[in-house]
């Protein structure tokens, strides 16, 4: 079965299943307790996130950060809880 130890359905790039695919193989890896497959994992997902966002909605990762930068300050300031 490869690295993974569940049948993970294979996404398409620059769709949500693709998305959906690197977090089911973040989720195994993390089951496994392997470390180092884990960030393998997040890194794909990143890539995952990026091809969607850009084919979806043309919007950068700088753009997203942005956005969970404004998240965050918010949550610091106490404007969300």
Known sequence: MGYHTKKIEKGVLGKASKIREEYEEFCDALEQ?????????????????????????????????KMKNATKSAFEEGHRK
Not at 43 to 65: F, M, P, Q, R, W
Request: proline letters at 0%.
């Open 33 to 65: 307790g392997n470390s180092v497959m884990k960030l393998v994992e997040l890194s794909d997902l990143i890539g995952a996130i990026e091809a969607y966002t850009v084919a979806k909605h043309n919007i950068t990762l700088d753009e997203l950060i």
